[in-house]
């Protein structure tokens, strides 16, 4: 069984930093893509970043130029790194991954989340 575990979240005051993680465990064959959701309290659920096999990237307008997403293909973990934090990008950020298995099914997975506080 397939399991993303975040870190990296936290209490941070505006225009600080912070860097998120999210580990993919267990016995997968690949990974296709990986991307960061967020969740903020009274909004829907949106893409903040996305990784495509590879290195092709895709962010929400809202985080162009603050935010980066990257991933280490060796150990199927992913990062955002998130500066220029505001108060809007309060929020609970979620790992997403679509996974290959060794019978080569692919299953979208979820972490728990973690949260994001920005305030001063």
């Known amino acids: 069984q397939v399991q993303l575990v975040e870190s990296g979240g936290g209490l941070v005051q505006p225009g600080g930093s912070l860097r998120l993680s999210c580990a993919a465990t267990?016995?997968?064959?690949?990974?296709?893509?990986m991307g960061w959701f967020r969740h903020a309290p009274g909004k829907q659920r949106e893409v903040v970043a996305k990784i495509i096999t590879g290195c092709t990237t895709n962010y929400a307008d809202s985080v162009k130029g603050r935010f980066t997403i990257s991933r280490e293909l060796a150990n199927n973990t992913m990062y955002l790194q998130m500066n220029s934090l505001k108060p809007e990008d309060t929020a609970v950020y979620y790992c997403?991954?679509?996974?290959?298995?060794?019978?080569?099914?692919?299953?979208?997975?979820w972490g728990k989340g973690t949260p994001v506080t920005v305030s001063s």
């Open positions: 997403n991954a679509h996974v290959v298995s060794r019978s080569y099914l692919t299953n979208v997975y």
């Open positions: 267990g016995s997968l064959l690949s990974i296709n893509f």
